[in-house]
């Protein structure tokens, strides 16, 4: 479980200090993140994605990516031209995101920096992330010059029974690079003699972890266990972001090979009682698959009342906030599994107290931690003020991110979702006066009368 966050020059944080952890400096289970639009909160997640990719430049650099473009397949199975038509553009240019980001990520930290320095910073990009991990702390660091190239990279955790410096990597003045590696670190000199090879031709564009990520077979091989357990922790966890590639295929519809047959039957359980238990009108979900040789392509539907009668419906002809759900339901599993998932923007599309409803089971049976951003201030009547956090705007523009119970003594019978909205914990939307008539005749103006 993530414990705190650093991040300087990062996006819109100049700087940030975030604490995630509750009495006896034990990490939430769960925290909430409010703010108004543009305040920051879609940044906070992509900091904790920089994590995750800056661990993956040199395996994405290293592997060929032209195993997404069997999914527009799935499109000869359309019955309707408008529908097919519609699903394939918009199949076709999720792929083309997903290829991009890949490339981005395989062209090593520079461009990932470059995608994330905070615009106009002078000094140095840093980020620092403390989780627990087997009762113990780990802090990673790293940090970025100019030249967008990591500069600096230190892992603490515990070794044995003390708490020490697993790593440090820098680049020194005269471009030399400088390694401290605990004694323990290795387990054969070999290891450390090739590792220190991939060091000198690769670290600056790829970091210590994306090169010992590489190679997982050499790593659990020739690394301490705790380096191990370290990347694998990292590994599981799980980010929701829109414009990324989800944890698993398309729920909706696909191809995927045969072997995963089970699993998408599975999926397709799983989807069917949630959903009957989330709508009343839902008395089944189901997938219609076609297979053919090593492929099944499929479709999902969703069996609801339609006028008074059960009739299967596309799921692409369902609402938003259905489709969105759909694509949270994985996260929602992994959380229950006991793995780390933050959700950016929970509740888009979604009714504000289905959300309520759906996050009190949640919270209330989940083993993991859930980290998320949402508008919805009807969660401020449920969550713990020690958990809810909002984004707040301070002298010259630092930001901080802090729990409403810090801002304000909260009680049992406070309404804190009332006292958000009357601005007592801060950032709130304000604007002036709108006045579409002077918007619209400014537009005029150029075009003249419409």
Known sequence: MFKKVVLDNFKSFGHLDLDLTGSKDSPHDYVAIFGRNGSGKTNLIQAFQFLLDSTKTLSYAN????????????????????????????????????????????????RLV????????????????????????????????????????????????????LFTVSR??????????????????????????????DWGTHTL???????????????????????????????????????????ESGVIGSERKKELEGYESAISKFFCRV???IRNVHYEMDEDGDIIRYQLYFEKRVNGEFQDVKSSYESLGTRNLLRLLPYFMEHSRGKTVLIDEIDTGIHVELMYLILEDILEF???????????????????????????????????????????RTQKNNNNEERYLNGVFGDIPHITLIDMEEIAGTFDEYVGDP
């Open 63 to 110: 592997r060929k990516k032209d195993h997404f473009m069997g999914s527009l397949r799935l499109d000869e199975g359309f019955d309707d031209y408008s529908q097919r038509t519609m699903e394939l553009f918009s199949k076709a240019a999720r792929i083309l995101d997903e290829r991009s980001m890949e490339e981005i990520i395989s062209m090593g930290t520079s």
């Open 114 to 165: 470059d995608e994330s320095r905070m615009l106009g910073a002078q000094g140095n990009m840093r980020l620092e992330f403390t989780f627990l991990l087997n009762g113990a702390d780990a802090t990673y660091t790293m940090e970025f010059g100019n030249r967008e190239r990591i500069i600096h990279e230190k892992l603490d955790y515990l070794m044995g029974k003390r708490r020490g410096n």
């Open 172 to 201: 020194e003045e005269d471009g030399r690079i400088s390694t401290k590696f605990h004694k323990s670190f290795f387990r054969e000199k070999e290891g450390e003699r090739s590792l220190k090879e991939d060091l000198a031709n």
């Open 209 to 251: 972890l994306s090169i010992i990520r590489c190679d997982r077979e050499r790593m659990e091989r020739e690394l301490c266990p705790e380096i191990v357990n370290i990347m694998g922790y990292l590994d599981d966890v799980r980010i929701c972001l829109r414009g990324r590639r989800g944890i698993t295929f398309d729920l």
């Open 279 to 281: 709508y009343p009108d």
């Open 366 to 408: 989940g083993t993991g931690q859930l980290v998320m951003t949402t508008h919805n201030t009807r969660l401020l009547l449920k969550l713990d003020p020690k958990k809810a956090y909002v984004i707040n705007q301070h002298y010259k523009d630092v930001k901080k991110i802090v729990p409403i119970s810090s801002l304000a």
